[in-house]
């Protein structure tokens, strides 16, 4: 008995060793656009100063961190804004706050929120499918795909 759950305790590590490798190489590669901007040889992706972050989401964070609310998301004063929810603004203000208002550091550090929350939601995932009795192996396979 202490054998077959040594031995499911040894495959729900490694899965979460491999969703975790799986994850920061997802994360690395969803970063390349910021950290090496024009060394890549390919036209996918736009120029640093294009890139979009959430656009209109990164645009009201930044009217809340410069203090005008919800009011002025395209830097034209339109009156409140009512078609983005405002938790992911709210956050992003606060990115932006703490990055000194600089917009490349804004979007690592919420890269690296982000990456950070899906790291706990796999952590979560796999002991919510041990809980009901499916394989962490399928799980994370799953997961990959």
Same mark, same amino acid.
Request: charged share 10%; net charge positive; with cysteine.
């Given at each position: 008995? /202490? &054998?077959?759950?040594? *031995? ?12 975790? $490798? ?6 690395? +590669?969803?970063?390349? @656009?910021?950290? +090496? @901007?024009?060394? #890549? =040889? ?5 120029? =640093?100063?294009? #890139?979009? #972050? ?7 964070? %930044? ?9 002025? =998301?395209? *830097? !034209? ?7 983005? @929810?405002?938790?992911? =603004?709210?956050?992003? &203000?606060?990115?932006?706050? $703490?990055? /000194? %208002? ?16 899906? !790291?706990?939601?796999? *952590?979560? $995932? ?5 809980? +009901? /009795?499916? &394989?962490? !192996? ?6 990959? $795909?």
């Amino acid at each position: 008995m /202490g &054998s077959r759950m040594y *031995r499911e305790k040894r495959i729900e590590c490694l899965c979460w060793l491999v969703g975790l $490798i799986a994850i920061l190489g997802f994360s690395i +590669v969803g970063a390349l @656009p910021w950290l +090496v @901007p024009g060394h #890549l =040889p390919t036209d996918a992706f736009p120029p =640093p100063s294009e #890139l979009p #972050l959430a656009a209109e989401y990164f645009q009201i964070a %930044k009217s809340l961190a410069n203090g005008y609310g919800f009011t002025s =998301p395209f *830097r !034209i004063p339109s009156g409140p804004t009512a078609w983005m @929810p405002p938790a992911l =603004p709210v956050i992003l &203000s606060g990115l932006f706050l $703490i990055s /000194g %208002k600089n917009e490349f550091t804004t979007a690592i550090l919420f890269h690296l929120f982000s990456t950070g929350c899906v !790291i706990v939601s796999w *952590r979560w $995932i796999l002991g919510f499918a041990n809980r +009901v /009795g499916l &394989s962490p !192996i399928a799980a994370t396979i799953g997961m990959i $795909i």
